[in-house]
């Protein structure tokens, strides 16, 4: 899926005449972390809530503090992905959508992605859910396929995450059955550490307390 395909273009964008007051009631009235800035369909960069809240003077226009705009954005044709990389590196909750002759076309909101991510990665349908760890070195899809037809299942969806600290993969795979104890074992019995799982058995609250503890990063998956 691409960004065109979820642009959201019912929030508000500001102009260089507007001023920091209105620049902050918006960013109040939608509960956005920033705001594109325009000039036609020029898009010159995003304001943040940050720097808006240092500015005393809510006159001021946006033309006078244009060294405060930050130059980020995705184009149109690219993959989502894109767009929750750049929420993850900036801390934002929009992400402005470009044409290829930089023309501003909307914004992407963290909501929508959220959502898309959920839909693309199967959670809303039923099955079971592991989280699984090996290192690079030994990761093989085939491998992986063999265990999960082995115990009777069908791979739904399969994501992967590259921890760039120590080289190590993290694989989330969704199933089309809940009862996954079996599977569980299986992973465990050729070296993966299971790291999460959900399903219908009875040893989640061992798992779950271990992804729990998980840096924060291992929810960055980049689609495989």
Do not use: W
């Not at 929030?11 to 001023?19: A, E, F, N, V």
Request: glycine share 4%.
């Amino acid at each position: 899926m691409l960004a065109i395909d979820i642009l959201n273009h019912n929030l508000p964008q500001l102009g260089l005449k507007d001023s920091v007051g209105k620049a902050k009631q918006l960013i109040n009235d939608f509960k956005l972390t920033h705001l594109p800035v325009v000039n036609g369909q020029k898009f010159l960069g995003l304001i943040s809530e940050d720097e808006l809240l240092d500015l005393e003077e809510d006159k001021i226009k946006m033309e006078a503090i244009k060294e405060l705009l930050i130059d980020a954005y995705v184009f149109e044709d690219v993959h989502y992905r894109d767009a929750v990389n750049m929420i993850i590196s900036l801390d934002c909750n929009i992400v402005p959508v470009l044409s290829r002759k930089n023309e501003f076309l909307g914004l992407i909101t963290r909501s929508t992605l959220l959502k898309t991510m959920a839909e693309q990665f199967g959670f809303a349908e039923p099955g079971g859910l592991l989280v699984v760890e090996t290192q690079r070195i030994h990761f093989s899809l085939s491998e992986i396929s063999r265990i999960v037809e082995s115990n009777d299942c069908t791979i739904l969806h399969l994501n992967s995450f590259t921890d760039p600290e120590n080289g190590s993969m993290r694989l989330t795979i969704k199933v089309n059955r809940t009862d996954i104890a079996t599977l569980i074992s299986t992973f465990e019995r050729f070296e993966y550490q299971v790291i999460f799982h959900f399903g219908d058995n009875n040893q989640n609250d061992k798992s779950n307390d271990n992804y729990r503890n998980l840096d924060r990063k291992s929810t960055r998956l980049n689609s495989s």
